[in-house]
């Protein structure tokens, strides 16, 4: 009878462990509000309460025994091997940070803005294609994040390029020009709460902050989704706005970036 019992132990326990770290993520891949559900806020705070330690710092870790200094590849690597193979995290992913890569690469900004830094895996990614003497200034409210972020930034090598500023958008946003001496931005990423991308690109426009031919990229417009930032830039006639549809990070749940230029 014990060892009946020790063995529908042992099965129970193989089957909980099935579920958790194959049969539901396979699941909810499809899926982006359950992956958010099951991945943002079900697995982390389980790992939270778990290993007393939070997502980023464990991210950071897995950079830090993964990536070579200095090579910010490898950082980018790093990361994305620790969301697809041990948890994943709100990173805007390899797979449309190539779309990313692509639009950097283009625009070839001197001066670009992020909202949103989180662990900075976009930070790197940015800044790692910026030309000689071009600078990104990313604005991130949590400073627990932002401590995280500093140190990735650091590993990939990319500090000196990148400004890690503490604080909320909306009360950043207008102080940018006199704080940090910018004209304008040639290029902006926005991946911060989703309801703050449009008053916040209204606050750059109405702030000066934007050229014409600045090139706004947008994350995640179609999970979680930023119906009214869309609606803006696509009617607007101050922005000639395109779709590029992906996936939302690490799953196979259809999201997309959108790349909107400012007409003036
Ligand atoms: C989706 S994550 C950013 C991911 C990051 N861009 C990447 O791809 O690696 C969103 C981040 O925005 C931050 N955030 C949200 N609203 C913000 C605001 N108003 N000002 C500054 N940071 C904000 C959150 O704390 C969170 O770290």
């Known amino acids: 009878n014990m060892w009946l019992l020790l063995l529908s132990c042992a099965g129970?326990?193989?089957?909980?462990?099935?579920?958790?770290?194959?049969?539901?993520?396979?699941?909810?891949?499809?899926?982006?509000s359950l992956a958010l559900l099951w991945h943002d806020v079900?697995?982390?705070?389980?790992?939270?309460?778990?290993?007393?330690?939070?997502?980023?710092?464990?991210?950071?870790?897995?950079?830090?025994?993964r990536a070579t200094r200095g090579d910010s590849e490898s950082v980018i690597a790093a990361i994305d091997h620790f969301c697809r193979h041990q948890e994943w995290a709100m990173n805007v992913g390899d797979e449309k940070g190539f779309i990313l890569d692509s639009v950097v690469s283009e625009v070839s900004p001197q001066t670009a803005l992020e909202l949103g830094t989180y662990c900075g895996y976009s930070t790197v990614r940015i800044a790692r294609l910026l030309p000689p003497g071009g600078h990104l200034i990313t604005l991130e409210f949590n400073p627990n994040y932002a401590a995280v972020a500093r140190q990735v930034i650091a590993w990939a090598g990319l500090e000196d390029m990148v400004q890690v500023v503490e604080g909320a958008s909306g009360d950043w946003i207008p102080h940018l020009r006199e704080h940090f001496g910018i004209e304008s931005f040639d290029f902006v990423f926005l991946d911060h709460w989703k309801e703050l991308y449009l008053p916040d690109i209204k606050l750059l426009e109405e702030c000066g902050l934007l050229r014409k031919g600045t090139v706004l990229l947008a994350d995640n417009v179609v999970c979680p989704g930023t119906p009214d930032y869309?609606?803006?830039?696509?009617?607007?006639?101050?922005?000639?706005?395109?779709?590029?549809?992906?996936?939302?990070?690490?799953t196979r749940a259809e999201d997309g970036l959108e790349k909107s230029v400012y007409l003036g």
């Not at 006639?237 to 549809?245: L, P, R, V």
Request: proline share 3%; net charge neutral.
């Open 12 to 32: 129970l326990l193989g089957a909980l462990y099935a579920l958790w770290s194959w049969f539901i993520p396979a699941v909810v891949q499809f899926n982006g």
């Open 42 to 65: 079900i697995v982390e705070r389980c790992l939270d309460a778990f290993t007393g330690t939070t997502r980023p710092q464990r991210l950071l870790r897995a950079v830090q025994e």
């Open 230 to 250: 869309l609606e803006y830039v696509r009617k607007s006639q101050s922005y000639e706005s395109h779709y590029f549809g992906s996936h939302l990070e690490y």
